[in-house]
């Protein structure tokens, strides 16, 4: 039996392509969704629909972050991972079907490939394993959320950086530096730097992260435990590299994100998602031009074609660059762990 009708908002694939008639690609057919080779196409089933946001019965009202719902539990929370989609610190409509389930699982993978060099907030990753108050649920968890212990939260974002790009290229372009690091002149956009570097940011609760220093970071939260999340996070970063590597990827960047469970260290969130770093085809990489990447890029390209000021309501995506976005999530997932997601 399904529960999803009434805990979640569920937005079917035909409501968001009504909405968005005009912005149609003449190539694409209204009928039926493009896909690549590969991608399973969506049915109309209610486990494809995708999910905006949910609202479990019985449960508190959840906390809501651009992306995830999170249920407060105790010394426990539910993450659920819905198929909102972020750009430019804005939630897009509609909602990308499977997106959700994607991160999940992508971010569960890395936890399992991490285990040895960092503990991690995971108690579940199955939901017939979650407590018997969500069994009413299951369904709509399934492969969707995770059970974790709850974190005092670090306030800092823990960023790696191989290459240049994104806000530390445009710092160099202006300074010659990125969040401290002085580096070599004639760089140029997605050049690999010498070595990756460590430039955290603030993890502002509205509005846009900042880059910072290391010193910054210093005064936030002790000279001690900055440098645990330096070394933490240039070796997550490295073992992240040289895996995507295997599958002929480049990870340019990431974002990591820590707390404090009982007084211990542990990696939280999400980990190497294509939301959370910036992950290039080898073959397509030469420095001047950012490589097509599997991250957001495609959504902001689409966004900025349309001039869109990333200050007022952003334009509804058309069905084509939902179908897209899909894609591309899918693809990372598979291109990552050699394997499909459970949608
Ligand atoms: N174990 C944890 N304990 C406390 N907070 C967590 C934990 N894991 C993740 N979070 C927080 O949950 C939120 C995840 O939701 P998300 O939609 O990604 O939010 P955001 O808009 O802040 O990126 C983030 O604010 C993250 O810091
Ligand atoms: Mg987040």
Known sequence: MRHTDASAKLCPRRSALASNQSHFSPTVPNHEPQ???G???LSNSSSSAAILETNLEGLPAPKRGKV???Y??????LIVACDRLSAYDHVLSPPIPDKGRMLNQLTNFWFEQFEDLVPNHLLA????????????HTNLLQGRAVLVKKAEVVPFECVARAFLAGSAFKEYQQTGAACGHDLPAGLQRASKLSKAIFTPATKAETGHDENIDYDTLVEGVGAELAERLRSITLALFKAGGELAAKQD???????FEFGHVNGELVLIDEVLTPDSSRYW??????????PVSFDKQYVRNWLDAEGWDHESTAPVLPEHVVQGTRERYYEAFKRITGREPVL
């Open 281 to 290: 085809e080898a073959s397509a990489w030469s420095p001047g031009t950012e």
């Open 35 to 37: 896909t690549t080779a």
């Open 249 to 255: 990827l480049l990870l340019a960047d990431t974002k």
């Open 39 to 41: 991608v399973p196409a």
């Open 72 to 77: 407060d539990l105790g010394d426990t929370l």
């Open 125 to 136: 990753t199955d939901a017939t394993d979650f407590p018997a108050t969500l069994s009413a």
């Open 68 to 70: 995830r719902d999170i």
